[in-house]
């Protein structure tokens, strides 16, 4: 059975390079009926932070990156790695190591100036030292040829062999350290297969080591690309990116956001646009991209606002209840929700945005752009609404074409432009100059609706208006 895992270290929040590598082993594993592991790397105790590990399981639920075992604490485990660690000293694979840190540090300065690559030089290696405090345990690092493996994206790596010195896999204190916890973790875990960044290309000798020393056959490795930004330097908050949780609050779509993330180096044909069942169906890992996928926040966008448009309305009510939430205390009821998100998702890119111009539709104390009321809500439009008022009672708002129909008649016969009437409606029904079409707007805010805000802005607004 295929079984991966996504091992985050819980120092900061899931950003899109972490959630790219979860969602490409979450997907090789689900498009291979495997399993998917969740494990949290949290032996550096100073740094790992409980509000990081909610937040970036909260990040994966919202994602729909569900795990099959987990999540598993490293922190949990330490008794494991000692036990493993004691086990390859007795085998004599390893040895404890009392060489101090100024000793050592004294060792690398006399190599250095020498013209030598540091390392360590196996001071400890021989004398049989048994457990004390203070003392570290080194891997006795066997006689190598090369150090290799074949990379499922990138065909055979090769390390020389003077690569990797004894390293210490158990410090002082009994923490681990990560290229011996990482290992002992995905044997007992029985991982078959390990996709992460090509940044950890230069841990795979060390653990290649403690495998061979295991006698256990390593996973197969496949390094993605590294997430780039768009000036082709390291992706960071100053070009734009922000944690996988800021998106949700921004406005953005689990769906988009899975979508944009599978298109990070990753392609199939001309497609741009996936459902998660079609990922599953057409994930391959050898379509990723060897290059550097570079993040693009315009694409980004564009995607969200085509999973605006063509989710479901009644899909896309729960996402957008956060952010309308201050106004569902008004009891609004679902159909007419689900008729004003009809009509103004193909004109947003973001949840936000689609609250922000929905605020007319859910609450009769919209706000109105100044600019509009001095404009089109003027003593001289005044009569002409006070009439339209009254025609209001014999227009069948469900049909559009009527209501457009009658009053377009009714600007001819009082003289006045057709576009400056319907500018004045708009701006008293939706306190805008921009909307959906108008007869569109009256249709779903209904006749008592409109008649009161029509009565409003002639009580309220255009007596006190000056005229243009």
Known sequence: MVITRFPPSPTGYLHLGGARTALFNWVFARKNKGKFILRFEDTDLERSKREYVDSIIEALSWLGLNWDEGPYFQTERFARYQEIAERLVAEGKAYYCQCTKEELEQKK???????????????????????????????????????????????????????????????????????????????????????????????????LIVYQLLGVEPPKFAHIPMVLGPDGSRLSKRHGARSILEYRDEGYLPQAVVNYLARLGWGYGDQEYFTVEELIEKFDLSRINLSPARFDPDKFLAINAYWIRTLQDEELLPHLKPFIANFLNNAIDTQYLLLAIRSLKPRVKTLKELAENMVYFLTEDYPFQEDAIKKHLTLSIKPHLETFYELLDSLNLDDEKDSEDKLRKFAEERGIKLKDLAQAIRVALTGKTVSPPLFEVMKILGKERVKNRIKRAIERLILDTPQS
Not at 137 to 162: M, T
Not at 185 to 206: A, C, E, L, Y
């Open 109 to 207: 300065k006399e190599m250095m100036e020498r013209g030598l690559k540091p390392r360590y030089d196996g001071t400890c290696r021989n004398l049989n030292l048994s457990k004390a405090p203070g003392r570290v345990v080194r891997i006795k690092v066997p006689e190598l040829v090369e150090i290799s493996f074949e990379d499922l994206l990138r065909g055979k790596i090769v390390f020389p062999p003077d690569e990797v010195d004894d390293f210490i896999i158990l410090r002082a204190d009994g923490t681990p350290t990560y290229n011996f916890a990482v290992v002992v973790d995905d044997i007992d875990m029985k991982i078959t297969h390990v996709i992460r960044g090509d940044d950890h290309i230069s841990n795979t000798p060390k653990q």
